[in-house]
C-alpha cells in the first residue's frame, strides 16, 4: 500500500520561510511527477508547484520566484521551500503523486493528508 506522508506545516510570519516534505512509502511504485496544491477556506484546492520525474518544475504565478520544488529520488521525497511568505500562501497544503504502479501495471494519484500552513501579517 502506498502512502504520502506530509510534514513542515506551521505559522509563521509575513516575510519568514517554511519548507514542507513529502515522502511516499511502499512498494511497487516509480513516481511519474511529484507536487503541491493548497486549498485556503471558501476556495477551490490549487495547483502550487510540480515536478516530474525528469526534473521539470512548474509554479503557479502566485508562487514564481518565492517557492522552490525539488526532489530526492533516492528517499521518495519531494520537498517545497516557501520563502517570503505573505498572508494568502495561508492554506491546507497537499502533497500529491502521481504513480507508476507494477502490479497490476497501472498509473493511479495519490493525495497526502494535508498539512496547514498560516502565514501572519
Known amino acids: 500500500q502506498v502512502q504520502l506522508v506530509e510534514s513542515g506545516g506551521g505559522l509563521v510570519q509575513a516575510g519568514g520561510s517554511l519548507r514542507l516534505s513529502c515522502a511516499a512509502s511502499?512498494?511497487?511504485?516509480?513516481?511519474?511527477?511529484m507536487g503541491w496544491y493548497r486549498q485556503a477556506p471558501g476556495k477551490q484546492r490549487e495547483l502550487v508547484a510540480i515536478?516530474?520525474?525528469?526534473?521539470?518544475?512548474n509554479y503557479a504565478d502566485s508562487v514564481q520566484g518565492r517557492f522552490t520544488i525539488s526532489r530526492d529520488n533516492a528517499k521518495n521525497t519531494v520537498y517545497l521551500q516557501m520563502n517570503s511568505l505573505k498572508p494568502e500562501d495561508s492554506a491546507v497544503y497537499y502533497c500529491?503523486?502521481?504513480?507508476?504502479?507494477?502490479?497490476?501495471?497501472?498509473?493511479?494519484?495519490?493525495w497526502g493528508q494535508g498539512t496547514q500552513v498560516t502565514v501572519s501579517s
Open positions: 515536478i516530474t520525474d525528469g526534473g521539470s518544475t
Open positions: 500529491n503523486a502521481i504513480l507508476r504502479l507494477v502490479s497490476p501495471v497501472r498509473t493511479s494519484i495519490y
Open positions: 511502499g512498494s511497487g511504485f516509480s513516481i511519474n511527477a
